[in-house]
Every structure is written in structure tokens, then in C-alpha cells.
């Protein structure tokens, strides 16, 4: 799950302000509205535009919005097509892998042990020291006793 964050919106906001006109007109207002609102006004980003997108040092979930914005606004329909197919191939892909790690026969299947690869640890034994409970009465009369004493 991705946290998104101000700063997140900040450096998807001023990349958007960098696009041609032409780009920028295909990302619906509102969303760019939205953008904005939820950028983090005083953040100054590490952002360098004579680089590429892939030499910048944005975080992930900066690259995850910006890979939807190319994904739903800026993309031909033949390659949104194909970046959905590739997106639904990941998850189940994911999901197969996550079905087979916790599938019921893998869950309490017991790894077998070499036993020359075991290292026995040392142990170390502390005494305990157990306290006998002191039942309610005797907390009430040492009470009085001590009231009576001092």
C-alpha cells in the first residue's frame, strides 16, 4: 500500500507545471486542482528537468502518481490497453505466488533440519525468585498494625 504524502503532491505538481501545453490539456483540471490543493506549499524538491525521469531522486509514490497520470490521461488507447494487461498479468502473478506461500500444505509443513547445520546455543540460567501471594486479610491486618505502630 502506498502512503502518499504532501511532498508526494508537491513534485507531481511541479512536474505537471513542466509539461508542454499540449500534455498539460490532457490531465483533467480538477485532477491538477486536486494536486494542488494537496501539495505541501513550503517543500522545495531535488528536482533537476534537464535529466530524465529515471536519473531523478523522486520517491516511489511520487513515480506511482505519475505512472497513473501516464497511465490514464497522457497514453494512446493502445497503450493504456496494454499497461492494464501488463498490471493485471503483476497481480496474479502476485497472487499466485502469494496463494503457493500460504497455501494450507506449505503453512504447517515442517522444514526438515540438518543437524550438523544447527549450532547449539549457550544457555545461561538466572535463579528466579518467586514472592508467595499475600492474601487480602493479611494486607488489611499488617495495615492496622502498621497504623497502630507508627
Known amino acids: 500500500m502506498i502512503e502518499l504524502t504532501k511532498e508526494n503532491f508537491s513534485e507531481v505538481y511541479e512536474i505537471i507545471n513542466h509539461l508542454t501545453q499540449e500534455l ?28 530524465n525521469i529515471n536519473e531523478q531522486k523522486i520517491s516511489k509514490e511520487t513515480r506511482a502518481i505519475l505512472a497513473i497520470i501516464y497511465r490514464d490521461f497522457l497514453c494512446t488507447k493502445e497503450e493504456k490497453k496494454k499497461l492494464i494487461k ?3 498479468k503483476y497481480l496474479l502473478e502476485l497472487e ?14 515442517k522444514d ?12 545461561t540460567w538466572y535463579p ?18 502498621s497504623f497502630f505502630k507508627g
Open 128 to 145: 528466579v525468585v518467586v514472592k508467595p501471594k499475600v492474601g487480602i486479610i493479611k494486607k488489611i491486618i499488617k495495615k492496622i498494625i
Open 96 to 109: 499466485k505466488t502469494k496463494s503457493e506461500k500460504y497455501s494450507q500444505d506449505n503453512l504447517f509443513k
Open 86 to 88: 501488463e498490471d493485471e
Open 24 to 51: 498539460r490539456n490532457k490531465i483533467p483540471s480538477d485532477f491538477v486542482e486536486f494536486v494542488s490543493k494537496n501539495k505541501d506549499n513550503n517543500y522545495v524538491s531535488e528536482i533537476d528537468f534537464t535529466k
Open 112 to 123: 526438515k533440519i540438518n543437524k550438523e547445520e544447527v549450532v547449539e546455543q549457550e544457555q
